[in-house]
């Protein structure tokens, strides 16, 4: 069955970085479209970036555009997002998701 594991969360300061990952299993990676979405406490699902399977298209929010980076390892099944410059309205809950599917998501907090 399909299986997305997010991880690479955690607590950092304003204008600090973070690399999410996302290690996918069940499904044909290197042909599938990928998207992350992240959930801020108490406000619903927010889509924030795209990547088609070959890796040369992608998209972002207006929210994290020129900030987030999106990319992937077809050859380790495996998602990124590299977040750079991070603000406290980033605080979320940070899922990949294909298709219908997500995983558990992982937590990024940004406070000083």
Do not use: H
Not at 23 to 28: D, E, H, K, Q
Not at 80 to 108: F, H, I, S
């Amino acid at each position: 069955q399909i299986q997305l594991v997010e991880s690479g969360g955690g607590l950092v300061q304003p204008g600090g970085s973070l690399r999410l990952s996302c290690a996918a299993s069940g499904f044909t990676f290197s042909t599938s479209e990928l998207n992350w979405v992240r959930q801020a406490p108490g406000k619903g699902l927010e889509w924030i970036s795209f990547i088609d399977g070959g890796g040369r298209s992608t998209a972002y929010s207006d929210s994290v555009k020129g900030r987030f980076t999106i990319s992937r390892d077809n050859a380790m099944n495996t998602l990124y997002l590299e977040m750079n410059n991070l603000k406290p309205e980033d605080t979320a809950v940070y899922y990949c998701t294909v298709g219908a599917y997500r995983g558990d998501g992982t937590q990024v907090t940004v406070s000083s």
